[in-house]
């Protein structure tokens, strides 16, 4: 097997972890569905000692894993709703957002995160691959039914312009190509925007022993070094990280913004 980082293209990787084969998880199987042979996958975890990446050793494809039929609605969990409330809340007071400003979720889920922004008259836009977009859609939020890349981030600013918020709540970590996300996060974003990244952290992996967040679909396993080694590869860096308990068992928020930039003329002849 060629594999290397997924940041820093490393290819001496060490494994961490075996867990031997799996079938992918979220998945609500029918009685119809227990007849049939369900597909498992290799789930290994390595690690890179060049910018501190875990990733896994093989990547289910996406469209398997988020199809039309992903069960996952952020609107049903009571703690998740409490949870991106609070984000909404303190993105607008921190970063003093305006009525009109835009704010991009890439993965929106049901689009509940985007709801709290659009409480405070900020635009919105959701880009979500599975079925759940439907959900978003429904609720009025203009909802791009794709995976989020260059092109999909040049599409949403030639209608919408710069995105003062961009936010990947648990989704990051879920990307394969993460330069290519961020290539569309560089497109996309304000010069003085930000870009606030939620993913749960390796360290507490580690320290807790949660070898349960280790399944297909969480395929980057990320903690500052790793972040702020990708993000400065796109002249951008970690202006604040918050450490949180109280979802996915020690989750690490990134605001990532600009360090120095083109102008928003270049940044427009980019997209």
Same mark, same amino acid.
């Given at each position: ?13 060490? =494994? ?24 498992? +996958? ?13 990733q896994l050793g093989y990547v289910v494809a996406k469209e398997v894993l988020f199809n039309s039929e992903?069960? +996952? ?115 996309? =974003?304000?010069?003085?925007?930000? &870009? ?11 320290? &807790? ?19 702020? +080694? ?42």
């Amino acid at each position: 097997m060629n594999l290397t980082c997924r940041i820093c293209d490393n290819d001496k990787l060490d =494994l961490v972890l075996n867990l031997g084969h799996h079938p992918p998880s979220d998945a609500f199987l029918t009685e119809e569905d227990l007849q049939s042979h369900e597909i498992h +996958y290799p789930l290994q975890l390595y690690h890179c000692d060049v910018c501190g990446l875990a990733q896994l050793g093989y990547v289910v494809a996406k469209e398997v894993l988020f199809n039309s039929e992903y069960p +996952y609605q952020t609107g049903q969990n009571e703690g998740g709703r409490t949870h991106f409330k609070g984000l909404a809340d303190s993105v607008v007071a921190k970063y003093g957002l305006k009525h009109g400003d835009l704010v991009v979720d890439i993965g929106g889920n049901d689009g509940t995160l985007l709801g709290y922004f659009k409480e405070h008259g900020c635009e919105t836009f959701n880009v979500e691959p599975s079925g759940v977009a439907q959900i978003s859609i429904n609720k009025g939020i203009p909802t791009a039914y794709e995976f989020w890349d260059s092109d999909v981030a040049k599409a949403i600013y030639s209608t919408g312009g710069f995105a003062k918020v961009i936010v990947a709540t648990n989704v990051f970590a879920h990307c394969d190509d993460l330069h290519g996300f961020m290539k569309g996060v560089d497109i996309m =974003l304000s010069q003085d925007g930000v &870009f606030i990244v939620e993913a749960p952290s390796f360290s507490s992996l580690i320290s &807790f022993g949660e070898w349960d967040t280790i399944y297909h679909e969480h395929l980057s396993y990320l903690d500052y070094d790793s972040v702020k +080694y990708l993000v400065s590869m796109y002249n951008m860096r970690v202006s604040d990280l918050e450490q949180l308990d109280d979802i996915h068992g020690g989750t690490n928020r990134y605001s990532i913004t600009r360090i120095s930039a083109e102008s928003q003329s270049e940044q427009r002849q980019a997209a």
